[in-house]
């Protein structure tokens, strides 16, 4: 059978097409944007957004709002008509979760607690008491028809399927680290692509809405002990034969119930001892990571974790236009040269200045590291012959790094001070080859930083 698509399937088809895509153009390359530190703040503030949408089922309220701290605004002005016979239910839910993973470990114990309030709520008439259920769900799995492609016939969907693709891989391959950082496995973020692909082209076919993992479920579905990808087929099992067979025992299912499941799987995302390793380790890392788990309470997990990025690259950025610039000396009976300001003890070479740049000298870091160089030239504070410029931690120079130590060379000259590269790598002189820079005066052959102090 032959249907015009609806915008919801012609978005999930989209959707498909675009990850296909992105996986075939290994976009999966972009994800090397997010460091383990945006994951810490991303996965703290991803924790306590998914309670923040649960906490009003567990007190019984309507809830609202777009962000968390919108979410905790009304809340806080709902209070005044807690359900308290709601949230009694609730609590011991979570009181059984939690116990019941305590006792037994690795046991479907989320499971038992959800049969268990099936039947307390049909016995008990809870649903009459106010608490609400999980209502009538309809029967019977969806149908799945062929889909006739016209993608003239809805505007923006395009955007709006790239929109959707890019917050499903993002928010999907960022809880997928988290889960794979736990415990320890490998993971294919490219292989992310075909899974979305995969899962919206048959929606496109079942007639449904544009999908994508969620961190909640995976929280869940982790908290329950699952440890491969079989599980998800194991639970699709289920959710077909619950859909086939028990979707009228489940009509009595309290929606606190649910929320409790959630509110318990997600606690372990929180990790205050891992934010305080972070804080312990580095300052500026630490400071990414706050970024993210602010930027997912103000703005959602999305928008969160790509300004957390935008901040990450901005400050690699600035760390890499003023790298630090270091004067060596040789250590005592050694061919061996360090940095002074780490080893005190090292000694200098008499008419001898060795420096060497902590980065790779680009377009627009040369102009720092000239000045800081003639700087440390005019410091030396001695009767100079031979600067050594040590390249071994320099990978990559560009143009205009080759024309800066032409640049420097030429006023080392002029001071009677001759310029000599040492430890540079091939492509580096290689560049100084093409470039022309006969002031740098370039060996053939690599040239070690003892060979070069002579």
């Known amino acids: 059978m032959l249907v015009r698509m609806p915008?919801?399937?012609?978005?999930?088809?989209?959707?498909?097409?675009?990850a296909f895509c992105a996986w075939l153009l290994r976009l999966s390359v972009l994800v090397k944007l997010i460091s383990n530190s945006i994951l810490v703040g991303f996965k703290a503030g991803a924790g306590l957004t998914i309670a923040m949408t649960q906490l009003p089922s567990l007190f019984g309220l309507k809830g609202g709002g777009h962000n968390f701290f919108e979410r905790a605004v009304l809340l806080a002005g709902q209070l005044g008509q807690l359900q308290v016979l709601v949230l009694v239910v609730g609590l011991v839910a979570i009181a059984l979760i939690v116990l019941g993973e305590r006792w037994f470990p690795g046991r479907p114990v989320a499971l038992g607690v959800v049969v268990l309030s099936i039947a307390v709520?049909?016995?008990?008439?809870?649903?009459?008491?106010?608490?609400p259920i999980t209502g009538d769900i309809p029967a019977g799995l969806p149908t799945l028809s062929r889909p006739a492609l016209r993608l003239h016939d809805e505007e923006g969907i395009v955007p709006l399927a790239a929109g959707c693709l890019l917050l499903a891989y993002i928010e999907g391959v960022s809880a997928a680290r988290s889960f794979a950082a736990k415990h320890g496995y490998a993971l294919d973020v490219r292989q992310e692509f075909l899974g979305l692909g995969a899962a919206n082209l048959a929606v496109a076919f079942g007639q449904?809405?544009?999908?994508?993992?969620?961190?909640s479920q995976s929280a869940v579905n982790d908290k329950a002990g699952a440890r491969t990808p079989l599980s998800l087929v194991f639970a699709s099992c289920a959710i077909a034969l619950c859909l086939?067979?028990?979707t009228e025992l489940l009509r009595n299912l309290p929606d606190v119930v649910l929320a409790a499941i959630v509110l318990v799987a997600v606690k372990g995302l929180v990790n205050v001892r891992e934010l305080r390793r972070t804080y312990s380790l580095s300052r500026v890392e630490f400071w990414v990571a706050m970024v993210a788990f602010a930027g997912v309470l103000l703005l959602g997990i999305l928008k969160g974790v790509l300004v957390a990025a935008f901040v990450s690259m901005v400050l690699l950025i600035r760390r890499a236009a003023v790298p630090p610039v270091l004067r060596l000396g040789r250590l005592p009976g050694s061919q061996r040269f360090a940095d002074r300001g780490r080893n005190p003890d090292v000694e200098e070479v008499p008419g001898v200045l060795i420096v060497r740049v902590e980065a790779g000298m680009l377009y627009f870091n040369v102009g720092h590291i000239r000045?800081?160089?003639?700087?440390i030239v005019a410091e030396a504070g001695q009767v100079l012959r031979v600067v050594v410029w040590d390249m071994s931690t320099s990978p990559y120079v560009d143009i205009a790094g080759v024309r800066m130590l032409a640049e420097v060379a030429r006023e080392l000259a002029a001071r009677g001070i001759v310029l000599r590269l040492a430890e540079a790598h091939a492509t580096v002189r290689d560049l100084v080859r093409k470039e022309g820079a006969?002031?740098?005066?370039?060996?053939e052959g690599r040239v070690t930083v003892a060979e070069a102090v002579g």
């Open 7 to 18: 915008p919801r399937l012609l978005a999930a088809f989209t959707v498909a097409g675009l």
């Open 121 to 131: 709520a049909t016995l008990l008439g809870l649903p009459a008491l106010g608490v």
């Open 438 to 443: 006969a002031e740098l005066q370039l060996p």
């Open 244 to 246: 086939l067979f028990l």
């Open 208 to 215: 449904g809405y544009p999908v994508a993992g969620g961190l």
């Open 371 to 375: 000045e800081e160089v003639l700087r």
